[in-house]
Every structure is written in structure tokens, then in C-alpha cells.
């Protein structure tokens, strides 16, 4: 049985799409004791110093595979090679994306269809192969990652907000196909999260860490959650913003 007793996180190895994320490899770490980890990145080559901290962790092993997120064609050869190499996939996380550049994307449409087409199109693709493959072997979990910004989007970060907005409401589409099958979707509502990718930024109020993250993800898995705010208290922020009036709303910061 995939589920242990029914419920926790689903036995298998642990795949990580974007396998330099400071919050995948925070999850990954901490699913690693007695795992197989696959980290799909750019570069596979170079991820070192990942491996070794996942070995560390106590993963049984870890392997890297070659994987562009944006080229989507390559998407299911890929998904379906490393099931058909690694056997039943446990956990399969969703931890790509870009944040982009807002001036930038307002004034050149190729950098504002880049941003969408990593944080969006690429997502819905590689979910939409996770779902067929994860329901052929009749369970497992997948993590995926909107954020406070898809939930009502800000004039200040309209771009990457859109992107996240419509995979927000593509994840709860797919959870609730997902129903009765086996296979459960956690959906991860983060808000500023310290990191790599938020470099340089003024922290946001309710800010916290990859691995504040990583601990919230986790007992998502074990207590299968559909959805889940990090931290908690967005969820009370998620409510109030539907009320703010949009005179207001268009001058709120990111």
C-alpha cells in the first residue's frame, strides 16, 4: 500500500522538480531517511553539494536527472522514464519557478510571457503527467506551491501574481479530479519567503523561512491537507483582502 496505515506520507521515492529550491530540498531533507531522492534540474551534473546534504540526511540514495522546466514538450518522455527507472513515485514536489522582473515584463511582452509560461504553463504541464502517472499506480502526493500573491493579485507584482493566481485555481481543479483516485494535492499558499529568490527585498510582514516551509509541507503530507497557509495566520490575511477596496488594493506594495 502506498499510504502507511492509510495515511502519512506516501511510501516512495521523493521527486524534486527544480532540485536547486532552497524549500525542495528543505522537504526533500526531511522525507530523505530511508529514500530514494531524484532531483530534476538544469545542470544535474553540478548538484553536488544537494546530493551530499540529502545523503546526509539519511537518503538510501540520490539521483540527478536532467530537467528544463520550460521545454514542455520533454516533460511526459521524462516523468515516465524516471517511473518506469525508480518504480512508484512517493512524493513528487513542485518547486520551480521564477519571480521575475515586474518594470521589465510591463514594458517587454516576452520576459512578462516568460514568466508566466515557467510559473504557469510549464506547471500545468508537468501536473497534468504527474496526474495520469500517479493515478495509474493508484496513490502518492504532490506538492505544489501558489503563494499570497495568486490570491488576490497586486498591481505592484500583477505578472508573476497572474501566473500564480491561475495555478492556483488549476491545483484545486485538479485536486478535486484527483478525488477518490488515491492521489492527494497538497496546495502550499506561502507568503515572503526569505531565500535565494527574494534576495536584496525588503522582508514582507508574516515572512518566514524555507524551512519554516518545509516543516508546514511535511505535516500537510502526513495529515493530508488539501491546502494549507504558511504561516497559518494568512489565512486570516487570504479573508481580510477580499474587502479591501480597490482604490486602495492598487497601491499596496508586494
Do not use: W
Given at each position: 500500500m502506498g499510504l502507511r496505515g492509510g495515511r502519512g506520507v506516501a511510501a516512495g521515492p521523493v521527486l524534486v522538480?527544480?532540485?536547486?529550491?532552497?524549500?525542495?530540498?528543505?522537504?526533500?531533507?526531511?522525507?530523505?531517511?530511508?529514500?530514494v531522492v531524484i532531483l530534476a534540474a538544469r545542470r544535474s551534473a553540478?548538484?553536488?553539494?544537494?546530493?551530499?546534504a540529502l545523503e546526509a540526511a539519511g537518503a538510501t540514495a540520490v539521483h540527478c536527472v536532467e530537467?528544463?522546466?520550460?521545454?514542455?514538450?520533454?516533460?511526459?518522455?521524462?516523468?515516465?522514464k524516471i517511473a518506469a527507472k525508480h518504480g512508484r513515485i512517493g512524493v513528487a514536489v513542485l518547486a520551480f519557478g521564477i519571480l521575475g522582473d515586474q518594470a521589465r515584463a510591463e514594458e517587454d511582452p516576452a520576459h512578462a510571457v516568460a514568466v508566466v509560461h515557467t510559473d504557469f504553463v510549464a506547471q500545468v504541464s508537468v501536473l497534468t503527467t504527474l496526474a495520469g502517472?500517479?493515478?495509474?499506480q493508484g496513490d502518492g502526493q504532490i506538492v505544489v506551491f501558489s503563494?499570497?500573491?495568486?490570491?488576490?493579485?497586486?498591481?505592484?507584482?500583477?505578472?508573476?501574481?497572474?501566473?500564480?493566481?491561475?495555478l492556483?485555481?488549476?491545483?484545486?481543479?485538479?485536486?478535486?479530479?484527483?478525488?477518490?483516485?488515491?492521489?492527494?494535492?497538497?496546495?502550499?499558499?506561502?507568503?515572503?519567503?526569505?531565500?535565494?529568490m527574494t534576495a536584496g527585498m525588503d522582508a514582507a510582514p508574516f515572512a518566514s523561512t524555507p524551512g519554516q516551509v518545509?516543516?508546514?509541507?511535511?505535516?500537510?503530507?502526513?495529515?493530508?491537507?488539501?491546502?494549507?497557509?504558511v504561516p497559518r495566520i494568512l489565512n486570516l490575511v487570504f479573508l481580510a483582502t477580499r474587502f479591501v477596496p480597490r482604490s486602495i488594493w492598487r497601491r499596496m506594495p508586494r
Open positions: 522538480l527544480g532540485g536547486r529550491s532552497e524549500i525542495g530540498l528543505e522537504v526533500a531533507r526531511r522525507l530523505a531517511p530511508g529514500r553540478a548538484l553536488t553539494a544537494e546530493v551530499a530537467f528544463d522546466a520550460d521545454d514542455t514538450a520533454s516533460h511526459a518522455a521524462l516523468l515516465e502517472l500517479l493515478r495509474a503563494s499570497i500573491a495568486g490570491v488576490r493579485v497586486r498591481r505592484a507584482n500583477y505578472v508573476y501574481g497572474s501566473a500564480k493566481a491561475g492556483d485555481g488549476f491545483a484545486c481543479g485538479l485536486a478535486d479530479a484527483l478525488h477518490g483516485s488515491g492521489v492527494q494535492l497538497l496546495l502550499v499558499r506561502s507568503g515572503f519567503v526569505v531565500g535565494r518545509a516543516d508546514a509541507v511535511v505535516e500537510g503530507l502526513r495529515k493530508h491537507s488539501a491546502r494549507i497557509a
